[in-house]
Protein backbone atom coordinates (compact mmCIF):
# COMPACT_ATOMS: atom_id res chain seq x y z
CA UNK A 1 0.00 0.00 0.00
CA UNK A 2 1.02 3.58 0.69
CA UNK A 3 4.84 4.11 1.85
CA UNK A 4 6.32 6.99 3.78
CA UNK A 5 9.47 8.04 4.11
CA UNK A 6 10.71 10.62 6.07
CA UNK A 7 13.98 12.58 5.78
CA UNK A 8 15.87 15.85 6.46
CA UNK A 9 16.18 16.00 10.36
CA UNK A 10 19.45 16.63 12.13
CA UNK A 11 20.88 18.64 15.14
CA UNK A 12 20.22 22.19 14.88
CA UNK A 13 20.94 24.89 17.27
CA UNK A 14 17.89 27.08 18.89
CA UNK A 15 16.67 29.66 16.56
CA UNK A 16 17.94 27.88 13.50
CA UNK A 17 16.21 26.29 10.58
CA UNK A 18 15.44 22.45 8.99
CA UNK A 19 13.21 21.29 6.20
CA UNK A 20 11.73 18.13 6.06
CA UNK A 21 11.07 15.92 3.15
CA UNK A 22 8.31 13.14 2.84
CA UNK A 23 7.96 11.18 0.15
CA UNK A 24 4.70 8.48 -0.36
CA UNK A 25 4.86 6.00 -2.54
CA UNK A 26 2.62 2.47 -3.81
CA UNK A 27 -0.44 4.44 -4.97
CA UNK A 28 -1.33 6.26 -8.06
CA UNK A 29 -3.74 8.44 -6.54
CA UNK A 30 -2.49 11.23 -3.79
CA UNK A 31 -3.69 11.59 -0.21
CA UNK A 32 -6.12 14.16 -0.32
CA UNK A 33 -4.74 15.95 3.30
CA UNK A 34 -1.33 15.54 3.95
CA UNK A 35 0.14 15.99 7.52
CA UNK A 36 3.30 15.99 9.72
CA UNK A 37 3.13 14.77 13.42
CA UNK A 38 5.46 14.34 15.85
CA UNK A 39 6.25 11.95 19.00
CA UNK A 40 8.44 11.38 21.95
CA UNK A 41 8.60 7.97 22.94
CA UNK A 42 6.02 6.98 25.56
CA UNK A 43 3.73 10.15 24.16
CA UNK A 44 0.98 10.49 21.80
CA UNK A 45 1.50 11.26 18.29
CA UNK A 46 0.44 15.06 17.80
CA UNK A 47 -0.66 16.62 14.46
CA UNK A 48 1.80 19.24 13.91
CA UNK A 49 0.87 20.81 10.55
CA UNK A 50 -1.60 19.84 7.38
CA UNK A 51 -2.10 20.71 4.25
CA UNK A 52 -4.81 20.27 1.64
CA UNK A 53 -4.28 19.16 -2.31
CA UNK A 54 -5.25 22.35 -2.78
CA UNK A 55 -2.45 24.17 0.11
CA UNK A 56 -4.65 24.63 2.44
CA UNK A 57 -3.11 24.57 5.51
CA UNK A 58 -3.26 24.51 9.31
CA UNK A 59 -1.07 24.20 12.72
CA UNK A 60 -0.90 23.78 15.89
CA UNK A 61 -0.70 26.62 17.61
CA UNK A 62 2.95 26.66 19.12
CA UNK A 63 4.05 26.15 15.43
CA UNK A 64 2.00 28.88 14.06
CA UNK A 65 4.29 31.56 12.35
CA UNK A 66 7.56 29.35 12.47
CA UNK A 67 6.34 26.09 10.60
CA UNK A 68 5.42 25.97 6.80
CA UNK A 69 3.49 22.76 5.47
CA UNK A 70 4.04 22.52 1.17
CA UNK A 71 3.37 19.83 -0.91
CA UNK A 72 3.83 18.43 -4.19
CA UNK A 73 1.18 16.84 -5.51
CA UNK A 74 3.32 15.76 -8.96
CA UNK A 75 5.82 14.56 -7.20
CA UNK A 76 4.11 12.81 -3.91
CA UNK A 77 5.86 14.83 -1.85
CA UNK A 78 5.30 17.00 1.42
CA UNK A 79 7.62 19.41 3.00
CA UNK A 80 8.10 21.02 6.45
CA UNK A 81 10.12 23.97 6.85
CA UNK A 82 10.78 24.82 10.79
CA UNK A 83 11.89 27.93 11.10
CA UNK A 84 12.93 29.76 14.59
CA UNK A 85 13.25 26.22 16.30
CA UNK A 86 13.01 25.65 19.86
CA UNK A 87 14.05 22.95 22.57
CA UNK A 88 11.10 22.07 22.72
CA UNK A 89 10.50 21.24 19.45
CA UNK A 90 13.23 18.55 19.51
CA UNK A 91 10.89 15.26 18.12
CA UNK A 92 10.66 12.49 15.86
CA UNK A 93 8.59 14.08 13.03
CA UNK A 94 6.33 11.87 10.64
CA UNK A 95 4.08 12.12 7.94
CA UNK A 96 0.81 10.94 7.11
CA UNK A 97 -2.66 11.42 5.85
CA UNK A 98 -4.84 14.22 8.15
CA UNK A 99 -6.37 14.35 10.65
CA UNK A 100 -5.37 10.68 11.04
CA UNK A 101 -2.68 8.92 9.99
CA UNK A 102 -4.45 6.38 7.69
CA UNK A 103 -1.31 4.56 6.83
CA UNK A 104 1.34 2.40 8.29
CA UNK A 105 3.92 4.92 9.45
CA UNK A 106 7.59 5.48 8.19
CA UNK A 107 10.26 5.11 10.25
CA UNK A 108 10.49 9.14 10.79
CA UNK A 109 13.17 11.50 11.07
CA UNK A 110 14.52 12.78 14.00
CA UNK A 111 14.89 16.72 15.16
CA UNK A 112 16.99 17.90 17.96
CA UNK A 113 17.40 21.24 18.73
CA UNK A 114 20.03 21.80 21.56
CA UNK A 115 22.82 23.70 22.00
Not at 88 to 104: Q, V
Request: glycine share 12%; aromatic share 8%.
Amino acid sequence: QVQLVESGGGLVHPGGSLTLSCTASGSSFSINVMGWYRQVPGKPRELVASITRGARTDYLDSVKGRFTISRDNAKNMVYLRMDSLKPEDTDTYYCNSAPRGLHEWGQGTLVTVST
